[in-house]
Every structure is written in C-alpha cells, then in structure tokens.
C-alpha cells in the first residue's frame, strides 16, 4: 500500500490572525483548501493511505476530510496533544504509517511536483527534495553531491522526502525537529536527494498567500 503523511500540525504563528480560527492547511487558494491540493495529486498517483497529524483546531481537519472517501483515499489521523515537531511528528505516527518507506508533505507548501513519478523504493533511509532557495532563505539548507545530500547550504529542503521507518527506530515520541535526525545520517550517506525544478511555495506569510492566489492558474 501507498503511504503518505502530510504534517499539518503547525500553529502557524507567522500566518496570523489568518490562523487564528483557522488551521494552516485548511486556508484556501483558488477557493480549494491547500491541504485538498496535495491530497488530490497523492490520490491520482496512487496512494492510498494518507496519515495527517495535527495540533492547533486539528478537529476542524478532521471535520472537514473526514476519512477520505471524497478523495478516494483513506485517511488516518495522528492527534498530537503537544506539539512535536516534524520528527516527533513522524515518530508519533509510526505505527500508522506501516514498515515500508513512505512520503512526507509539508501541509503549507505548494508544488507542482508529479506524485506519480516518485519511487518510495528507496536504497537509503532517506530521499530528498531540494529546490532552489527563495528569498526568504537564500542560505539554504542542503546540498547535494553525487546524488547524495551533503551538510552543506545550497539548495532549500522543499518540506517532500521518502523516509524508511528505520531512520526513526532510535527515537522516542517527543518534541523533536526532523533535521538533527536527518544530518546526523547525511554524514553516514544514508540521505539521497534531487534538485526539483518545478514551481514550488512556501506558504508561510499572508504575503505568499496572496501571491500564490494571484499566481495560481488552476
């Protein structure tokens, strides 16, 4: 079985008062909430079980989805009564998401990445998506060697990586950031990656929400 998890548990601090009295996911561009983007292109490729968790109003998602079967999936949820992060996250929803590797998707980014194309037999315990940096981390966070991702700043994770379970078994359920965990294997060469070329958004200000509605030809 397919399996993918989208991490919608964000306050989303930055995206207030937005946010206030709606969860990040369930903001809505073209008149589609962003989470039912991602959920649409998961099920026209192919997967067929969607974990999502969620913290802040995580119900109104709940309501709102519902189990999937509008979309043509199935949908568990992993309720996180503190926030956990994106590591803690995963590790919390480990027993849903199953012993294969299985996709990750930030709840609050957009992309045009083709779901179909992605290979969940990964050779590692992890596979990234990297894309070129945007204005708000010109930095970057990875890069890239060889086909592997290397500790050093070049491109931007896109918030989309293939995870195997192994890569969480040392960890226990707890507030806990998803990149220590990844660096930490990255020196090992346990982290593949690709550069991805296509459009992508992250969704983290009323600004880029608007820019997005402005852009966005659906």
């Known amino acids: 079985m397919k399996t993918a998890m989208i991490l919608a548990a964000g306050r989303g601090e930055r995206m207030r008062p937005l946010t ?6 369930l903001l809505k561009i073209k008149g589609k909430a962003l989470i039912e983007y991602h959920l649409e292109k998961l099920a026209l490729a192919g997967f067929e079980k ?9 119900e109104q998602i709940e309501i709102f989805l ?30 849903l ?14 992309c045009n990445l083709d779901f179909n194309e992605i290979n969940l037999n990964i050779e590692k315990l992890a596979h990234l998506f990297l894309v070129s940096n945007p204005e708000h981390n010109l930095k970057g966070d990875f890069g890239l060697e060889n086909g592997f991702v ?13 995870y195997h379970p192994n890569l969480f078994k040392d960890y226990e359920i707890k507030k806990l950031p998803l990149a220590p965990i990844l660096r930490k294997e990255i020196l090992e060469k346990n982290v593949t990656g ?10 983290g200000t009323p600004a880029r929400l608007e820019m997005l509605e402005t852009m966005l030809v659906v």
């Not at 969607?50 to 995580?58: Q, S």
């Open 97 to 110: 998401l199953g012993k294969e590797p299985f996709l990750v998707v930030n709840g609050d980014i957009w």
């Open 66 to 95: 519902g189990n999937g079967d509008k979309y043509g999936i199935q949908i568990k949820y992993s309720k996180e009564i503190n926030v956990l992060e994106t590591g803690g996250g995963i590790v919390q929803a480990l027993p």
């Open 20 to 25: 206030d009295f709606t969860p990040k996911p």
């Open 194 to 203: 690709e550069h991805f070329k296509g459009q992508w958004f992250d969704i």
């Open 150 to 162: 290397i500790n050093e700043p070049q491109f931007t994770f896109s918030g989309i990586g293939i």
């Open 50 to 58: 969607i974990v999502i968790n969620h913290h802040w109003l995580g």
